[in-house]
């Protein structure tokens, strides 16, 4: 699966919006762009993912470059429970059975701010 | 219960303990993962089960063993762990389809301490 690179650390203003980028310039064709959150102490919690087009759910919205070597993770309006740990992990589909991988990196702490 | 479940949350042991944590899954999965996060550690992958065989074993020292009796049940039974084993020890679960992206939900996590 290919690497992934994130910033340790970023700030935002609650109610702001909090944009946090990813970049994977070694994607291959059928791999997928996730993301996943951990607030401290907690297990991780899948947010969205995408493999080419723009993606929108309730938590959050995904934006891939049109050469799909980055991504943007948008938390529309922060709040005091969205500072957690980022992950951007780069994954393909299952296939024949095979399982399921996540490689978790360092991921960037987003801390929002009163 | 809903979602993805650990037993006990916190374990304190001594080295020469013999202890086991508990995962179950509520969400009808076909496969169930261990992973160790040691302190400003990334998670590490330990053990993935499909269909209730294991498939992998990232080089997991013998003295974590897994068992998984069904597909919504897993256990990591550990003895004569180190210090250094002090961890977050997470769970997780997915649906696994050929093709699948297999979205994993994990469980809230058993945070170890060996003394």
């Known amino acids: 699966d290919a690497k992934t690179t994130q910033p340790p650390s970023m700030d935002c203003a609650e109610g702001r919006a909090a944009n946090l980028p990813c970049n994977h310039s070694?994607?291959?064709?059928?791999?997928?762009v996730y993301w996943y959150r951990q607030i401290h102490s907690q297990g991780p919690q899948y947010i969205i993912h995408?493999?080419?087009n723009n993606e929108t759910n309730e938590m959050a919205s995904l934006i891939i470059t049109e050469d799909r070597k980055s991504s943007t993770l948008i938390l529309p309006h922060a709040t005091l429970r969205d500072t957690a740990v980022y992950y951007c992990?780069?994954?393909?589909?299952?296939?024949?059975?095979?399982?399921?991988?996540?490689?978790f990196g360092k991921g960037t702490l987003l801390t929002v701010n009163p | 219960e809903t979602g993805v479940t650990q037993t006990p949350r916190h374990l304190v042991m001594g080295m020469t303990n013999k202890k086991s944590l508990k995962c179950e899954q509520h969400?009808?999965?076909?496969?169930m993962y261990w992973y160790k996060q040691s302190a400003k550690k990334p998670l590490e992958l330990m053990f993935v089960y499909n269909f209730k065989e294991q498939t992998e074993n990232n080089s997991v020292p013998s003295r974590f063993s897994p068992e998984c009796p069904n597909s919504s049940h897993l256990f990591l039974h550990l003895h004569t762990l180190q210090p250094e084993d002090s961890a977050l020890y997470l769970c997780?679960?997915?649906?696994?389809?050929?093709?699948?992206?297999?979205?994993?939900?994990f469980g809230p996590g058993t945070r170890l301490t060996v003394l």
């Open positions: 995408g493999l080419k």
């Open positions: 070694t994607i291959s064709g059928n791999e997928y």
């Open positions: 969400l009808g999965h076909n496969a």
């Open positions: 992990i780069v994954r393909a589909p299952s296939s024949g059975g095979s399982n399921y991988k996540l490689t």
């Open positions: 997780a679960s997915s649906q696994l389809t050929s093709g699948g992206l297999g979205e994993q939900f």
